[in-house]
């Protein structure tokens, strides 16, 4: 799978858990009411600036929610935080950061795992970490921007367990040089 499909398949996965998360917060019907009638989902490879964007154009039945693709070297608990932002962006009352949209952010941070920042789309966010690695057997990922030659040996070495499932093999990308360093 090259990389952009396995974005698009994560971004799929994530959004519908975000919609999950919506819908137990303010119901189904209520939902229904006030978002935009239909959302496409977009990656963006060349804004590395903002995290997300939502589009809203008025008196077209949809709206573009569009994420970078830098996004993808965070975990998914930030991409669903990032898409959730978006996606009350589409709520039909809603304007900006202010007003409704802070209630609906603040009412998920609220009941909800999610903190809802208005960040997201500033264009001040620069994700620049230099190294991901990823645990083989269930994927979790861990973002550093620094890696000492001995925690890579550590790493080769199948010396560090995952904090999830507690394997010991991962892969670990170099970001900046777009390689492999384990594999
Ligand atoms: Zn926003
Ligand atoms: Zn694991």
């Given at each position: 799978?090259?990389?952009?499909?396995?974005?698009?398949?994560?971004?799929k996965?994530?959004?519908?858990?975000?919609?999950?998360?919506?819908?137990?917060?303010?119901?189904?019907?209520?939902?229904?009411?006030?978002?935009?009638?239909?959302?496409?989902?977009q990656v963006?490879s060349?804004?590395?600036?903002?995290?997300?964007i939502c589009?809203?154009?008025?008196g077209?039945?949809?709206?573009?929610?569009e994420?970078?693709?830098?996004?993808?070297?965070?975990?998914?608990?930030?991409?669903?935080?990032t898409?959730?932002?978006?996606?009350?962006?589409?709520?039909?009352?809603?304007?900006?950061?202010?007003?409704?949209?802070?209630?609906?952010?603040?009412?998920?941070?609220?009941?909800?795992?999610?903190k809802?920042?208005?960040?997201?789309d500033?264009?001040?966010?620069?994700?620049?970490?230099?190294?991901?690695?990823?645990?083989?057997?269930?994927?979790?990922?861990?973002?550093n921007?620094?890696?000492?030659?001995?925690?890579?040996?550590?790493?080769?070495?199948k010396?560090?367990?995952?904090?999830?499932?507690?394997?010991?093999?991962?892969?670990?990308?170099?970001?900046?040089?777009?390689?492999?360093?384990?594999?």
């Amino acid at each position: 799978m090259t990389n952009i499909e396995e974005y698009k398949k994560r971004l799929k996965n994530n959004y519908k858990v975000a919609m999950q998360v919506i819908k137990d917060v303010f119901g189904e019907e209520k939902v229904g009411e006030l978002m935009c009638g239909a959302i496409l989902l977009q990656v963006n490879s060349t804004a590395v600036g903002r995290a997300g964007i939502c589009k809203r154009y008025r008196g077209k039945g949809y709206c573009t929610i569009e994420v970078s693709e830098v996004l993808f070297q965070l975990s998914d608990d930030e991409i669903i935080n990032t898409l959730i932002h978006e996606i009350l962006h589409t709520f039909k009352d809603t304007d900006g950061h202010k007003g409704k949209w802070k209630i609906y952010a603040d009412e998920i941070s609220k009941n909800t795992k999610y903190k809802i920042t208005r960040l997201a789309d500033s264009s001040n966010i620069v994700i620049d970490y230099r190294y991901q690695i990823t645990c083989k057997s269930c994927g979790l990922i861990k973002n550093n921007h620094r890696l000492s030659k001995k925690k890579i040996n550590q790493y080769k070495d199948k010396k560090i367990e995952c904090p999830k499932c507690k394997y010991n093999e991962f892969t670990i990308k170099d970001l900046k040089k777009d390689i492999m360093i384990l594999e």
